[in-house]
């Protein structure tokens, strides 16, 4: 596995996101962690993972490099305009010339795809009748570490639980507990391209052939209005990717005409093989 190397996993909540903070005081709790105190961040720790509060949400977090983690997650609510419930996680940047909700214009984070996979598998265990899926990757921060976000939300009876808070934890603890001891399920590491922002097939794709998923390229951020596309980003994706896709899995049947010979275009263009489902 990767990450490994002397620095701490990094967790981060916000003390504004009482989802986050539920979740990371309950993963404190429950693995005796050692709370501390006169750190401006810094809130528990054991030897390998250390917690930390941040003062903004989650996706103001530029801070999070200077950490120095080997990887990043962070705990979070999940917004549903529908108020659907879920459990989520996703990787970070935006596709578009746009960054309404943190980082920078067409410029993503590092994935890491291994342990979001750990994290998917580990949330479609909870038995909580909802969502559980892969989002495309969307928001801020922009960072250079290796991170993703791990979420539950939707409706207000989701985010104010202690005790979905506590099963959500549990998981994502899990999945860094299974990433420490060099274990995975990976068996491809892949960029998704198509779908809608609840990827599914990509989803069904990881937690039953193991693809595990970096940056996910949704339909709705492939073209712009004025016609041009973000398909260049596709080759930051390649790179900003721990470990780095071997190949693009394409949701074929979500894309017109345009976007599929476009985005063959660009694929060809960078050395990147495809798969269609």
């Not at 539920?22 to 006169?38: D, K, P, S, Y």
């Not at 860094?176 to 599914?200: C, D, F, K, W």
């Amino acid at each position: 596995m990767l990450y490994l190397g002397g620095f701490a996993i990094g967790m981060v909540y916000s003390k504004l996101d009482s989802a986050g903070s539920n979740m990371a005081a309950q993963i404190a709790a429950q693995n005796g962690f050692e709370r501390v105190e006169g750190e401006r961040y810094l809130r528990y720790r054991n030897d390998e993972i250390h917690i930390y509060e941040s003062d903004v949400l989650p996706f103001q977090a530029d801070f999070a490099d200077t950490l120095g983690c080997s990887v990043i997650m962070f705990l979070s609510r999940h917004k549903s305009e529908a108020d659907v419930d879920a459990f989520t996680t996703h990787s970070l940047g935006n596709w578009r010339n746009s960054s309404d909700f943190g980082g920078k214009p067409k410029q993503l984070s590092t994935a890491a795809p291994e342990l979001m996979l750990f994290a998917l598998a580990g949330m479609s265990k909870i038995d909580e009748n909802v969502q559980k899926t892969y989002e495309a990757t969307h928001h801020g921060p922009l960072l250079k570490t290796p991170s993703l976000f791990v979420e539950l939300g939707g409706s207000e009876r989701m985010l104010d639980s202690k005790t979905i808070a506590a099963k959500v934890a549990d998981a994502a603890f899990a999945s860094l507990t299974s990433m420490l001891e060099g274990t995975t399920s990976a068996r491809r590491i892949v960029i998704g391209i198509g779908s809608n922002h609840y990827p599914q097939k990509f989803t069904k794709l990881a937690l039953t052939k193991g693809y595990a998923f970096s940056h996910i390229l949704p339909k709705y951020a492939i073209l712009n209005e004025d016609g041009s596309n973000n398909l260049d980003v596709l080759e930051q994706a390649m790179g900003r990717s721990s470990p780095e896709p071997e190949s693009a899995v394409i949701d074929w049947k979500s894309l017109n005409s345009a976007m599929k010979e476009e985005t063959i275009k660009k694929l060809n263009e960078i050395g990147l093989d495809n798969e269609k489902v």
